[in-house]
């Protein structure tokens, strides 16, 4: 199974390669770690996504607004929010292998061994008593199970102890009493694990001492916190109301693997929910659903979301949980929604000396909202896509074809225009319904090899629909529409194509199913 999920990834990885959908970043230099640019289909996709969001939250909630702030912020802002002090990993090295490692991801590998070895234990037991198995019972009362679980939640303990006392030396020494070795050299040789901040930064100017010294913005947000003012006066906003944006984000992320899932420059989708304090869990509440909507509407199928609730809460939050998508890899983070409380806007405060409280007129007193934030990659968002829609299938006569199975109002290319064959008018006729279908959709064009051999490149990119012109079409102005995922074809007017692409690809027809 991790095999073959593996081998999709390294599929998708291939066909976004070759249909021009990501490219490694700079790859005539051989490349750069943990970069990458989206090509001409990529970028079709990564805009959809991104309309998608943007109209869902800002064209659908009235009361939430966007900015596009800038990527440098004023040096104190990291320390307010709290970035300069601990947005670090701890990271240890082996000195054999010279690799370096997450010190809380090799731990928390070995816990998921332990997991492992009860989930064996588990599908065991379940096996043999058959229907009258009961689960809970049984991860109650099986000594072993109970044993494995005791010393999993011991090592968590450990690790989390050692994390928010910033005890390194602890957490080394964990490693070593777990005997963890690299898994790459097998070696336990371990360096001391030292803290790593995980912001890139830079000079301002041409003076390089220390007060020039500026940081790449490491999450959309902050640049939402210092604006919550400006928005909430200039827009004459009520509470509850929400700030939208979208942007870079850079992480100098220790381990940066898994393709375009865990990368050092990113795009991050935040929206900041100002709401009075008290009223957060419910809000909280309101945008779990809202946001397990949006996604499931896409049609990706519901069993390929969870929700997965943080019991290790940043010291600032008061709930928190993740929307795992169900990757080549497993499941893993897709999206956060995150209660902060108060904790940024007071910081700003506190570090900048200016108010930044929102009087409410119903009540007649001020105060500092709380937030609830959603916050998304949209890079994870674009890999979610891909690797659920790629899909390979044996075709009836025996052939084979690599189809996209992209949501149709989020496809690069929503339509392509192909004459049968290039001669006898039908390029002319072809263009002409081009560039009438153009102003609604992104189409395309194309005359070369067979009608077949096109088919399936626009499956290969996930084009939903091919319009095939022929001579019929000269003499009764009617085309045939072909279907992406049943590959079926009918015959429609012309005139009829406008109204029945807009029912499937527009993207107020997936809004509409919010
Ligand atoms: P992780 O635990 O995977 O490092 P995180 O909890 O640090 O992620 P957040 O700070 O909550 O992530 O950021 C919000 C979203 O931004 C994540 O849900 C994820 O989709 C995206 N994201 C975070 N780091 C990266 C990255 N290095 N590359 C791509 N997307 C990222």
């Given at each position: 199974m991790?095999?073959?999920?593996?081998?999709?990834?390294?599929?998708?990885?291939?066909?976004?390669?070759?249909?021009?959908?990501?490219?490694?970043?700079?790859?005539?230099?051989?490349g750069?770690?943990?970069?990458?640019?989206?090509?001409q289909?990529?970028?079709?996709?990564?805009?959809?996504?991104?309309?998608?969001?943007?109209?869902?939250?800002?064209?659908l909630?009235?009361?939430?607004?966007?900015?596009d702030?800038?990527?440098?912020?004023?040096?104190?802002?990291w320390?307010?929010?709290?970035?300069?002090?601990?947005?670090?990993?701890?990271?240890?090295?082996?000195?054999?292998?010279?690799?370096?490692?997450?010190?809380?991801?090799?731990?928390?590998?070995?816990?998921?061994?332990?997991?492992d070895?009860?989930?064996?234990?588990?599908?065991?037991?379940?096996?043999?008593?058959?229907?009258?198995?009961?689960?809970?019972?049984?991860?109650?009362t099986?000594?072993?199970?109970?044993?494995?679980?005791?010393?999993?939640?011991?090592?968590?303990?450990?690790?989390?102890?050692?994390?928010?006392?910033?005890?390194?030396?602890?957490l080394?020494?964990?490693?070593?009493?777990?005997?963890?070795?690299?898994?790459?050299?097998?070696?336990?040789?371990?360096?001391?694990?030292?803290?790593?901040?995980?912001?890139?930064?830079?000079?301002?100017?041409?003076?390089?001492?220390?007060?020039?010294?500026?940081?790449?913005?490491?999450?959309?947000?902050?640049?939402?916190?210092?604006?919550?003012?400006?928005?909430?006066?200039?827009?004459?906003?009520?509470?509850?109301?929400?700030?939208?944006?979208?942007?870079?984000?850079?992480?100098?992320?220790?381990?940066?693997?898994?393709?375009?899932?865990?990368?050092?420059?990113?795009?991050?989708?935040e929206?900041?929910?100002?709401?009075?304090?008290?009223?957060?869990?419910?809000?909280?509440?309101?945008?779990?659903?809202?946001r397990?909507?949006?996604?499931?509407?896409?049609?990706?199928?519901?069993?390929?979301?969870?929700?997965h609730?943080?019991?290790?809460?940043?010291?600032?939050?008061?709930?928190?949980?993740?929307?795992?998508?169900?990757?080549?890899?497993?499941?893993?983070?897709?999206?956060?929604?995150?209660?902060?409380?108060?904790?940024?806007?007071?910081?700003?405060?506190?570090?900048?000396?200016?108010?930044?409280?929102?009087?409410?007129?119903?009540?007649?007193?001020?105060?500092?909202?709380?937030?609830?934030?959603?916050?998304?990659?949209?890079?994870?968002?674009?890999?979610?896509?891909?690797?659920?829609?790629?899909?390979?299938?044996?075709?009836?006569?025996?052939?084979?074809?690599?189809?996209?199975?992209?949501?149709?109002?989020?496809?690069p290319?929503?339509?392509?225009?192909?004459?049968?064959?290039?001669?006898d008018?039908?390029?002319?006729?072809?263009?002409?319904i081009?560039?009438?279908?153009?102003?609604?959709?992104?189409?395309?064009?194309?005359?070369?090899?067979?009608?077949?051999?096109?088919?399936?490149?626009?499956?290969?990119?996930?084009?939903?629909?091919?319009?095939?012109?022929?001579?019929?079409?000269?003499?009764?102005?009617?085309?045939?529409?072909?279907?992406?995922?049943?590959?079926?074809?009918?015959?429609?007017?012309?005139?009829?194509?406008?109204?029945?692409?807009?029912?499937?690809?527009?993207?107020?027809?997936?809004?509409?199913?919010?």
């Open positions: 991790a095999n073959s999920d593996d081998n999709l990834l390294k599929k998708v990885i291939a066909h976004a390669k070759e249909y021009g959908f990501v490219f490694p970043s700079s790859e005539i230099y051989d750069l770690a943990a970069a990458y640019d989206y090509g289909n990529g970028v079709e996709l990564k805009n959809n996504i991104k309309e998608y969001w943007w109209k869902f939250m800002t064209q909630h009235e009361n939430i607004v966007g900015i702030a800038a990527i440098f912020m004023h040096p104190t802002t320390k307010a929010s709290g970035h300069v002090d601990a947005f670090n990993d701890p990271l240890i090295d082996n000195k054999d292998s010279k690799k370096r490692y997450r010190a809380d991801v090799l731990i928390e590998d070995a816990i998921a061994k332990i997991e070895k009860i989930n064996k234990e588990v599908d065991k037991a379940a096996k043999r008593f058959g229907d009258s198995f009961d689960r809970e019972m049984y991860l109650t099986n000594p072993r199970v109970v044993e494995y679980q005791k010393k999993a939640d011991e090592i968590n303990q450990r690790m989390k102890d050692a994390i928010e006392k910033s005890d390194l030396a602890s080394r020494q964990l490693i070593i009493d777990l005997e963890i070795a690299d898994p790459i050299s097998g070696s336990r040789n371990w360096t001391e694990v030292r803290q790593f901040n995980l912001m890139f930064s830079t000079e301002l100017g041409s003076v390089a001492d220390e007060a020039s010294k500026i940081y790449l913005r490491p999450e959309t947000a902050q640049g939402i916190f210092v604006n919550f003012l400006n928005v909430q006066k200039t827009g004459r906003m009520k509470i509850p109301f929400g700030i939208a944006q979208i942007g870079k984000a850079f992480r100098n992320e220790i381990i940066a693997r898994q393709f375009i899932f865990r990368m050092r420059e990113f795009e991050q989708m929206m900041q929910f100002f709401v009075k304090p008290g009223e957060e869990m419910k809000w909280y509440e309101f945008w779990k659903e809202k397990i909507k949006w996604h499931k509407v896409l049609g990706l199928g519901d069993d390929n979301y969870r929700f609730d943080h019991l290790n809460l940043a010291h600032y939050a008061n709930a928190a949980c993740d929307i795992q998508f169900n990757f080549p890899m497993g499941f893993k983070e897709l999206e956060g929604i995150h209660s902060r409380t108060d904790f940024d806007l007071k910081n700003h405060e506190k570090y900048s000396g200016k108010k930044l409280q929102y009087f409410d007129t119903e009540d007649n007193k001020s105060y500092i909202p709380y937030v609830v934030e959603t916050s998304i990659g949209l890079d994870r968002m674009f890999l979610a896509i891909l690797s659920n829609s790629y899909t390979e299938e044996k075709l009836e006569d025996g052939s084979e074809r690599t189809v996209l199975r992209i949501p149709a109002p989020l496809a290319c929503k339509v392509a225009i192909l004459p049968l064959v290039k001669k008018g039908l390029p002319e006729k072809s263009e002409e081009m560039k009438e279908l153009r102003m609604d959709f992104k189409c395309y064009y194309e005359d070369k090899d067979t009608i077949g051999k096109r088919y399936r490149r626009m499956d290969a990119i996930g084009t939903p629909y091919c319009i095939t012109v022929d001579h019929q079409t000269m003499s009764d102005n009617t085309v045939t529409l072909r279907h992406r995922d049943t590959m079926e074809q009918e015959r429609l007017a012309i005139s009829a194509l406008t109204s029945k692409l807009q029912e499937s690809v527009s993207m107020s027809s997936l809004l509409n199913k919010i």
